[in-house]
């Protein structure tokens, strides 16, 4: 098990439902940002815990995708987390780090699959984070592989950066910069793409919003510097 991966403690049955035990969090990485530290100091030490907790995080992402244990199988799989985002990643305090560890957790979405069936699965069957829902889920005939974990992973990245750099308050106006009405159904929402139809009205592409290019990545420059340095 990944120590950026949930542990389930225990299961039981009661009246025929199952029921999980984890760890008890100090909150979600959202309620981190919010409340705990939401206009961080930019030092070396938080850039560092940071960049550990980004490489933790995808660590684990890599122990979903590529299981270790198999042994037993006789035919091998692969598997997609298929929800990460800030709610499903969990904060708790820890004597290895005085800021804390975040946590993947939260499976219920996650599936396995083989090596004929990982990539068949259609986008448009999967729920997912509004928010951070990858493009395949919305292109027609879009299909879903562990690709999907990477999309999140990137978005929710990004957000981290972006409270690094300006706290939670610039999370939130990041928020509010990218949302725009969606053209498959007339609501906004703020997530990182948008959709443009093909002339001749055969399909839509999906590129990523001027908003996450343009505005957000004029603060980030700072934070990129700092890892550099260190």
Not at 13 to 42: H, M
Request: aromatic share 12%; proline share 5%.
């Amino acid at each position: 098990m990944h120590e950026h991966l949930v542990t389930l403690l225990a299961t039981y049955i009661l009246q025929e439902n199952y029921y999980f035990i984890f760890p008890c969090a100090d909150g979600t990485l959202d309620d981190y940002w919010e409340s705990t530290e939401r206009s961080p100091t930019i030092d070396i030490a938080t850039v560092r815990w940071v960049s550990k907790q980004l490489l933790g995080i995808m660590a684990a992402t890599d122990a979903i995708h590529e299981p270790r244990n198999q042994q037993n199988l006789l035919v091998k799989r692969y598997g997609r987390h298929g929800d990460i985002k800030p709610d499903n990643i969990l904060w708790f305090h820890s004597t290895k780090d005085p800021k804390g560890i975040l946590i993947i957790s939260d499976m219920g979405l996650t599936s396995f699959n083989r090596d004929t069936s990982r990539s068949n699965i259609p986008g448009s069957r999967l729920p997912g984070a509004p928010g951070y829902r990858p493009p395949e889920c919305e292109v027609k005939g879009g299909t879903v592989n562990r690709s999907f974990d990477i999309w999140t992973l990137g978005c929710l990245f990004l957000e981290l950066c972006t409270w690094l750099c300006g706290g939670y308050d610039l999370i939130e106006e990041f928020s509010r910069c990218r949302s725009s009405v969606f053209i498959l159904t007339g609501t906004i929402n703020n997530i990182f793409f948008m959709l443009k139809e093909i002339q001749g009205g055969t399909g839509y592409v999906a590129q990523v919003k001027p908003q996450v290019t343009n505005v957000c990545f004029r603060k980030l420059p700072y934070f990129l510097t700092l890892l550099i340095v260190l």
